[in-house]
């Protein structure tokens, strides 16, 4: 995998980490409890709108997940962005901030 690629995954992480109200957060940890496990998925969200990563390489940046996995987060995202009108202004916010 490129460098290029790890650095386009990293970014997404490191601004849903500050966006986040955990001041110690990995989003690469195999933890699933929601205060990790929901910036996760916005972060494997905001990747694979930026980039043309497949499922699996955002799967394995975050932590070795499968390919199913990221599948499901992008989905809920989706989904949730629609209903939430926070959550979809902090997430167009962070894209901005991104491209």
Do not use: W
Not at 69 to 88: A, C, F, G, M, P
């Amino acid at each position: 995998m490129s460098d290029k690629f790890t650095g386009l995954c990293e970014q997404p992480v490191l601004a849903t980490e500050s966006a986040s109200s955990k001041e110690d957060i990995s989003l690469k940890v195999r933890s699933n409890t929601r205060a990790i496990a929901f910036p996760r998925q916005v972060a494997m969200y905001i990747v694979k709108q930026l980039t043309t990563a497949s499922l699996p390489e955002i799967g394995r940046q975050f932590g070795g997940k499968h390919h199913t996995t990221v599948l499901h987060s992008i989905n809920k995202i989706e989904e949730l962005r629609r209903s939430d009108k926070e959550l979809n202004r902090t997430i167009t916010r962070l894209m901005d901030a991104l491209q």
